[in-house]
């Protein structure tokens, strides 16, 4: 079985940035799919990047940018010019399918890390 750590949250002032990783271990997930989703209070879990397997073929939005090192089986999600309503609890996700594209249903989490924002 993977297991994936997320680290890298943090209590963090308004306009700065933070880096997430997730690390996987236990199996090599170079030819996975990994998402990124945040749980907000009172909110529904939502995706907020993902990356394909081998090739690293992304999809991420505006103030967000996902990368991975295969090798280092990390992935990470760089988070710039943070706002408050970006708080939450972090999670990684991934599948065994390589195109995030392909991907339904993630079954692979980990435990989260938490970001706070404020001003």
């Known amino acids: 079985q993977v297991r994936l750590v997320e680290s890298g949250g943090s209590s963090v002032q308004t306009g700065g940035s933070l880096k997430l990783s997730c690390v996987a271990s236990?199996?090599?997930?170079?030819?996975?799919?990994v998402a990124w989703f945040r749980r907000s209070l009172g909110k529904e879990r939502e995706k907020v990047a993902t990356i394909d397997g081998y090739t690293g073929t992304n999809t991420e939005e505006g103030r967000f940018t996902v990368s991975r090192d295969y090798g280092a089986e990390t992935v990470y999600l760089q988070i710039d010019t943070l706002k408050p309503e970006d708080s939450g609890l972090y999670s990684c996700?991934?599948?065994?399918?390589?195109?995030?594209?392909?991907?339904?249903?993630?079954?692979?989490w980990g435990q989260g890390t938490q970001v706070t924002v404020s001003s």
């Open positions: 236990g199996k090599t997930v170079a030819g996975w799919c």
């Open positions: 996700a991934a599948s065994k399918k390589m195109r995030c594209a392909d991907v339904n249903t993630f079954t692979y």
